[in-house]
């Protein structure tokens, strides 16, 4: 039986904790981005408990990131944390949706950082949060489309690492969010030996945006890359493509199913079973 990602967030209010925790596994692996998944999140603790709700909600690897959400997550992550140890699931889990919700695009969450500071230190459960790298976000947002392209390609070709690295996936990350991006991403997805030295630089940092992101339209590109020779460019690949959620994606990954290795096989099995596209099952 196949259902959507409504029923499945219907299934988040389940009086069954076991429904509740599969639903939530099988909405996150997917990649699920309906904003409702963060409300059905949030009537679920109000009615059987933080702790009790979704006993895995630490370990899920997606969450999607609303605007609409924040005020009140803000509120609630507070009301969590405080006086609560590091170790407690409630005080766990404030810090989770928070990790989450920070992902916004850099315009919409510029408003919420004074908030988000002061959550730094009402507790240490949310260290993860990096208060620079918000505010670094924050101002690439306001530079030009040819001032972030000419940060992406400089960064490339000066073969940079620590933050110059860190503000071409934020840059690279803007553009998309512009639909400034298809040149330069169209040209770093490009096989290796169509461009020059720095493509695994190149594709890291694409693939970085494409794992965070639904990059449309790249799906034959990016299934090209889930045999990379280096194992978390293939990773990486994997979620970007699952990322898409598109009947092209598994067009694209069955196309070439049939003439990859088994290694390349398995990783495609794994997408097909995390796109919740009709007709993408693995049987």
Partial sequence: MTMNDQQLIDLLNSPSQRVRSAALELLSSSYCNAPTMVGAILQGWDRYGVAEAYPEFMQISHLPAHHQYM??????????????????????????????????????????????AELKKLSKIFFRIELDELQRRVALAEKNDDALVDLVERSWKQ??????????????????????????????????EAWEQDNTRRLSVVLQVASRHAFLGFEDLLVSHVNHVQAPLAATACIALARCRSRDAVYSIVEKFPAENPTTQLRMADVLGRLHVPGASVR
């Fill in 159 to 192: 073969n940079a690492e620590g933050p110059v690295a860190v503000d071409a996936v934020y840059a690279l990350e803007v553009l998309h969010g512009r639909g400034s991006a298809e040149d330069i991403v169209r040209r770093s997805l490009l096989p290796v």
């Fill in 71 to 116: 005020e009140g997550v803000l509120e609630r992550a507070a009301e969590m944390a405080e006086g609560r140890k590091l170790v407690d699931p409630v005080c766990r889990c404030a810090g989770k949706i928070i990790e989450a919700m920070v992902l916004l695009p850099p315009e919409q969450i510029a408003e919420f950082i004074p908030r988000i």
